[in-house]
Structures are given as C-alpha cells and as structure tokens.
Antibody, heavy 126, light 110 residues
Framework: EVHLLESGGGLAQPGGSVRLSCVAS????????MTWVRQAPGKGLEWLSV??????????YYAGSVKGRFTISRDNSRDTLYLQINSLRAEDTAVYFC?????????????????WGQGTPVIVSS | QTVVTQEPSLSVSPGGTITLTCGLS?????????PSWYHQTPGQAPRTLIY???IRSSGVPDRFSGSILGNKAALTITGAQTDDESDYYC??????????FGGGTKLTVL
C-alpha cells in the first residue's frame, strides 16, 4: 500500500525558509513522478510543483506563482521528496500535501495524482 | 494566467443526479486537456475520483462519471448519497509541465 508522510511544517517567520519532507513507502519511489499541492485555510487546492522520476532525470516544473522561491527535489536513496520554500510570506500559510503520479514521466495524459499524503501545515507569522 | 472555473456551490437531494462543471477562462476544455477530478472532506486529504476525463480511479463507485459537456469538463453524480457531500476540485493540464486546479465546488446533499 502506498503511504506518503509529510513533515517539516510548523510556525515560521516571514522572510525565513522552511524545508518540507515527504517520506514514501509501498512503492519504488525513484520510479515515479511526485508533486506538491497546498491549501490555504478555507481555500481551494493549489498545484505548486512537480519532479519526474529518476529515469527521466528529475525534470522539474513550477506554478508561476511560486517559481523562484520554491524548489522541489528528491533523494531516491531516502525515498524522500522535498520542498524548499524561501522568503516566506503570510500567504504561504497553508497545508502542504505531497502526491504521487502514476508514471515516471511528466506527460499530458498521465498528469494526475493517484495517491496523496495527509499534509503538513505551515504557518507564517511573526 | 489561465483560470479554471467551477461552480462555488451546488446542492442535490439524496438519490438525485448532479453535474459539476469545469471550464477555462481562456477557452474550452477538451479531452486533450486530460481533466481530472478530486474530492475532499474537511480536514482530510484530497482523494482522486476521475482522470483522463472519464476514467474512474481505483475503488471509486460507478455513480461518479466524467465527461466533456460542450466546452467544459463535467463530473456527474448519479444517485447521490449523503456521503458525497464534499468539496470537489477539477484540475487541468496546461501543456507546459504545469497544472491548475479550479476553485472547487462545495456540494451539499440534502
């Protein structure tokens, strides 16, 4: 059974940084594309970033709203996905979910998520 | 910036049929946009319902179906149950490695 467990959230200072982690189990992590999605309090889902599987070189893409401040990465030896968020803003306050794609590649017809983690909350406040 | 549009809220009676739609501010949604649908109850993680327009994810009951209706993607619930009361989100692939969620539809079953 696929299991995704996020961590690293909590209270963070405006202008600071945070690194979120997502530990995967139940599948060969390195073989699959992974993504981050967030949800601000009382708001909808926002897709953030994607990284392809190791066989395709870990290609990354970002939503325009976070490009330049967010960095997605993965350590396949640790079965772990990361999201580095710099220059934190109040509007980054949200629950951050990691999710798994059904494919190693970022391709149009397979751009959806087949498993989700439970999320980790980030609160940006002084 | 392309906006994905959904009805903010809808309601259906138990046993009834309801269709939620998903459009694009910049034009039409087609099957080649590979729309997907997710639902989420408060405090829970999202769950995948439909992908590639009309393919149900594993374990999703067949009362959920996806389609293209006119220029929008659509999610139809036939024989709604009280457990279907949830927030529903569509997602559209933008063709450049990125994707956008709609604002979500809050479905009430009463």
């Amino acid at each position: 059974e696929v299991h995704l467990l996020e961590s690293g959230g909590g209270l963070a200072q405006p202008g600071g940084s945070v690194r979120l982690s997502c530990v995967a189990s139940g599948f060969t992590f390195g073989d699959y594309t992974m993504t981050w999605v967030r949800q601000a309090p009382g708001k909808g889902l926002e897709w953030l970033s994607v990284i392809s599987g190791s066989a395709t070189g870990g290609v990354t893409y970002y939503a325009g709203s976070v490009k330049g401040r967010f960095t997605i990465s993965r350590d396949n030896s640790r079965d772990t996905l990361y999201l580095q968020i710099n220059s934190l803003r109040a509007e980054d306050t949200a629950v951050y979910f990691c999710a798994k794609f059904p494919s190693p590649r970022i391709v149009r017809h397979l751009f959806y998520f087949d498993s989700w983690g439970q999320g980790t909350p980030v609160i940006v406040s002084s | 910036q392309t906006v994905v549009t959904q009805e903010p809220s809808l309601s259906v009676s138990p046993g009834g049929t309801i269709t939620l739609t998903c459009g694009l501010s910049s034009g039409s949604v087609s099957a080649s946009d590979y729309p997907s649908w997710y639902h989420q109850t408060p405090g829970q993680a999202p769950r995948t319902l439909i992908y590639n327009t009309n393919i149900r994810s594993s374990g999703v009951p067949d009362r959920f179906s996806g389609s293209i209706l006119g220029n929008k993607a659509a999610l139809t619930i036939t024989g709604a149950q009280t457990d279907d009361e949830s927030d529903y989100y569509c997602m559209i692939y933008m063709g450049d490695g990125t994707s956008v969620f709609g604002g979500g539809t809050k479905l009430t079953v009463l």
